[in-house]
Nanobody, 124 residues
Framework: QVQLVESGGGLVQAGGSLRLSCAAS????????MGWFRQAPGKEREFVAA????????YYADSVKGRFTISRDDAKNTVYLQMSSLKPEDTAVYYC?????????????????WGQGTQVTVSS
C-alpha cells in the first residue's frame, strides 16, 4: 500500500505559477504510475497529468499541455506538478493518485490510491 500527501496549493493570480508536490510512503514508489487529477465545484473529477512507472513518460490533458509539467523523483518518493500560465479555469482541488504497475493513465478508476487533495485557486 501507499499513502499520498499533497502540498503546494494556494491562491495565485492568473498568469502565475505554482508547484504541487505529492509525497508517497513506502519503498515501492518506483513501481507506481502517478497521476494528477482535479475537481472543480459542481464538476466531475478530471485527468490532468500522469507519469509512468517505466521510463517516466509524461501524459497530459489537452487543457494543460504546454503549461503544466509532471515529474517524479523516485529517490524522494515524490511526484511534482509544475503549473505555469495559470488560468481561472484551473481553479480546483488537485488530487495525487497512484496505480501500481499502471499502464492506463487517463481514467481515475484505474488508480487505487489517492491523496486528500490540495486547493488551487486562480484569481482573474
Amino acid at each position: 500500500q501507499v499513502q499520498l500527501v499533497e502540498s503546494g496549493g494556494g491562491l495565485v493570480q492568473a498568469g502565475g505559477s505554482l508547484r504541487l508536490s505529492c509525497a508517497a510512503s513506502g519503498r515501492t514508489f518506483r513501481s507506481y504510475t502517478m497521476g494528477w487529477f482535479r475537481q472543480a465545484p459542481g464538476k466531475e473529477r478530471e485527468f490532468v497529468a500522469a507519469i509512468g512507472w517505466i521510463g517516466g513518460n509524461p501524459y497530459y490533458a489537452d487543457s494543460v499541455k504546454g503549461r503544466f509539467t509532471i515529474s517524479r523523483d523516485d529517490a524522494k518518493n515524490t511526484v511534482y506538478l509544475q503549473m505555469s500560465s495559470l488560468k481561472p479555469e484551473d481553479t480546483a482541488v488537485y488530487y495525487c493518485a497512484a496505480d501500481r504497475y499502471g499502464s492506463s493513465f487517463y481514467s481515475a478508476h484505474e488508480y487505487g490510491y489517492w491523496g486528500q487533495g490540495t486547493q488551487v485557486t486562480v484569481s482573474s
